[in-house]
């Protein structure tokens, strides 16, 4: 398995509290610097981007002008005061292809493994990058063996990783938002719910059922017009693939969805997207919260839970 992939870590094995994590998202960095031995959280910080600094996608060049982007992290890592050498780093959605798969039966050598689980990417997905590179994590499962799979272009983690690099800092822990959030529910009290992540431009979704990882979707929005009308069009599209997602889980998994845990960065129109989630879905609706962030302002808070959940 490639060194660089492999700091894909699986969202729910525990491992050493970071000294610091990082979200690089299109619109925004946000960053907390922790105090390991008592789990807390020392600084923050949030800077938005320009539009265009980032631009993430799967197989083409997400950090436009580098060099930019490094004196925003720059200015970030000062106001952290962090100096550390290491660091976790959540980065958008789009740049990792996610799959959760079932199998009856799984090869026992890793060249065996992989070839499996490239043959079952390619059936998701139209054209495979020369240099994607494969990071998996058998879960535990009561039924059929379940994997958690990600893709993603040697390239495009080179960028980020590079970016870091420069600033003297190693990634150890590479992931992306949504697996982070997860980390923030109870599984084992909630057993069968949704994780909605809301950014500005796409929604991410995790489920589980019996306690157990059972679908990854992500999804970015296709608005056209601007203003209130795309708010609107943004909450539709939110609505429509909760409830495809519920409806899919439910059928395949012969299993009620009970709760849906909520993180949205549509802060203006939050109010009117969680009345009709509780209008048109059968089940309560949670905003995703972590007590690691009671000190920090509520209008911030929302862009840092994905870094809380990092926290072991």
Aim: hydrophobic share 40%; aromatic share 8%.
């Amino acid at each position: 398995m490639a060194p660089l992939i492999e700091k894909i870590k699986n969202f729910f094995v525990s491992h050493p509290c970071p000294p610091a994590v990082f979200q690089l998202s299109s619109s925004y960095i946000s960053g907390i610097h922790i105090a390991a031995k008592e789990k807390k959280i020392k600084d923050h910080v949030l800077l938005p981007l320009p539009p265009g600094l980032i631009e993430p996608h799967f197989d083409r060049q997400n950090l436009t002008d580098a060099a930019s982007l490094a004196g925003l992290m720059k200015e970030g890592l000062k106001r952290l005061r962090f100096s550390g050498e290491k660091a976790a780093c959540l980065i958008p959605e789009s740049c990792l292809k996610i799959f959760v798969l079932a199998f009856e039966s799984f090869p026992p050598s890793e060249r065996e493994r992989e070839k499996l689980l490239l043959w079952r990417a390619k059936k998701q997905m139209p054209v495979l990058p020369d240099d994607a590179r494969l990071s998996y994590e058998i879960m535990a499962s009561s039924a059929s063996m379940r994997v958690l799979a990600s893709l993603a272009k040697k390239t495009v983690l080179q960028e980020y990783e590079g970016l870091f690099a420069g600033l003297g800092i190693k990634v150890g822990i590479l992931t992306v938002p949504t697996l982070s959030l997860l980390n923030l529910v109870d599984w084992e009290k909630e057993k069968d719910f949704i994780v909605a992540n809301i950014e500005e431009d796409s929604i991410s979704l995790a489920a589980v059922s019996r306690s157990e990882m059972a679908l990854y979707r992500y999804k970015p929005f296709a608005l056209e017009r601007q203003g209130r009308d795309q708010e609107g069009q943004k909450i539709e599209n939110v609505l429509k693939e909760i409830e495809n997602t519920v409806h899919y889980i439910e059928d395949r998994e012969k299993l009620a969805i009970h709760s849906l845990w909520l993180r949205s960065s549509l802060s203006e129109s939050q109010e009117e997207l969680i009345s009709e989630l509780a209008r048109r879905l059968p089940f309560s609706i949670k905003l995703i919260e972590s007590p690691y962030l009671d000190e920090i302002p509520p209008s911030e808070r929302v862009f840092l839970a994905p870094l809380a959940g990092q926290i072991p």
